[in-house]
């Protein structure tokens, strides 16, 4: 299994059109004179995970974080995007409004919201870990995120229903152990309570339907389960709660894997 702390949001056969898409898109809008092939998977990135500080759009684009700085400033040159410094550490980038019809996400153009800053960062950096590893680009993987799950649900989940951070798809022809799968995940930076984390669990690992469908089909016995594993990504301070939660689930335990946040998780040293 792919690590997380030790070792594209399209499946494998789509990566190649989606940028065409998103060019396609930008040539309409009039924003496309400084939307490279190289730009648009940055994009796309920045949309789906509500915004990226300066370091992780570096790592996407794969380029020295100056030369992410001026790819950021051409973007707001061209209206695609917005940047501030938000909270602690290096400026954050989002998207503006022409960005994100340019990418077809529709989503709200906003900063990310200061009291998310921190889990939107550490999602980012699991994601980005995630896609690094040799496994997952074998495997042809891709990610759905909260944003995305959220904008599928459309107002039709319970109020209490809880989203994952993320889903990772596995194509059904991977040449993985676990292909056909989809896992949920969740990025973990303070401990929540034993029996609140318990009830996540049980809820992420007992839903059968995907986020958007009809409130009969979201959890159907007999049938198989949406997710076939949920990863837990800790911070030292919540591993221990997480640890005796998924303990206390008995044989659906052997469904949950709890690895350390990366490194580059933080918005200031753990």
Same mark, same amino acid.
């Given at each position: 299994m792919p =690590?997380v !702390?030790?070792d594209?949001?399209?499946?494998?056969?789509?990566?190649?059109?989606?940028?065409?898409r998103? *060019? *396609?898109?930008?040539?309409?809008a009039?924003?496309?004179?400084?939307?490279?092939?190289r730009?648009?998977?940055?994009?796309l990135?920045?949309?789906?995970?509500?915004g990226?500080q300066?370091? #992780?759009l570096?790592a996407v684009l794969?380029?020295? *974080?100056?030369r +992410?700085?001026?790819?950021?400033?051409?973007?707001?040159s061209?209206? @695609?995007?917005e940047?501030?410094?938000l909270?602690p550490?290096?400026?954050?980038?989002w998207?503006?409004?022409?960005?994100?019809?340019?990418?077809?996400?529709?989503?709200?153009?906003?900063?990310? !919201? @200061? =009291?998310r @800053?921190?889990?939107?960062?550490?999602v980012?950096?699991?994601r980005l870990?995630l896609e690094? $590893?040799? =496994?997952y680009r074998?495997?042809? !993987?891709?990610w759905?995120?909260e944003?995305r799950l959220?904008?599928l649900?459309?107002?039709? &989940?319970?109020l209490?229903d809880h989203f994952?951070?993320?889903e990772? #798809?596995?194509?059904?022809?991977a040449d993985?152990p676990? +292909?056909?799968?989809?896992?949920?995940?969740?990025?973990?930076?303070?401990?929540?309570t034993v029996?609140r984390?318990? $009830?996540i669990?049980?809820?992420?690992?007992?839903? $059968? =339907?995907?986020?958007?469908?009809a409130?009969? #089909?979201?959890? &159907?016995?007999?049938e198989?389960?949406r #997710? %076939?594993r949920?990863?837990?990504?800790c911070?030292p301070?919540? %591993?221990? $709660?997480v640890?005796?939660?998924?303990d !206390?689930?008995?044989?659906?335990?052997a469904?949950i894997?709890?690895?350390s946040?990366?490194?580059?998780?933080?918005l200031?040293?753990?």
């Amino acid at each position: 299994m792919p =690590g997380v !702390a030790g070792d594209g949001a399209q499946p494998a056969a789509r990566r190649g059109a989606a940028p065409r898409r998103v *060019q *396609q898109r930008a040539a309409a809008a009039g924003t496309a004179a400084d939307v490279s092939g190289r730009d648009v998977a940055a994009l796309l990135f920045a949309g789906e995970m509500y915004g990226l500080q300066l370091d #992780h759009l570096a790592a996407v684009l794969a380029v020295p *974080q100056p030369r +992410a700085r001026a790819i950021a400033a051409r973007w707001r040159s061209r209206r @695609l995007a917005e940047s501030a410094r938000l909270g602690p550490g290096l400026p954050w980038v989002w998207l503006a409004r022409p960005g994100l019809a340019s990418c077809g996400l529709r989503y709200s153009a906003a900063a990310p !919201a @200061l =009291g998310r @800053l921190a889990h939107i960062r550490a999602v980012s950096a699991v994601r980005l870990a995630l896609e690094r $590893t040799s =496994g997952y680009r074998a495997g042809g !993987a891709y990610w759905r995120g909260e944003r995305r799950l959220r904008a599928l649900a459309g107002g039709r &989940v319970g109020l209490r229903d809880h989203f994952p951070d993320g889903e990772v #798809h596995w194509p059904d022809a991977a040449d993985v152990p676990w +292909a056909g799968e989809c896992w949920a995940l969740e990025a973990e930076l303070t401990a929540k309570t034993v029996g609140r984390t318990v $009830t996540i669990m049980r809820e992420l690992l007992s839903r $059968t =339907g995907d986020y958007g469908c009809a409130a009969a #089909h979201a959890r &159907v016995p007999g049938e198989p389960p949406r #997710h %076939a594993r949920l990863l837990y990504v800790c911070s030292p301070a919540a %591993a221990r $709660t997480v640890t005796r939660a998924r303990d !206390a689930l008995g044989a659906d335990a052997a469904r949950i894997e709890i690895r350390s946040l990366p490194p580059d998780a933080y918005l200031a040293p753990p």
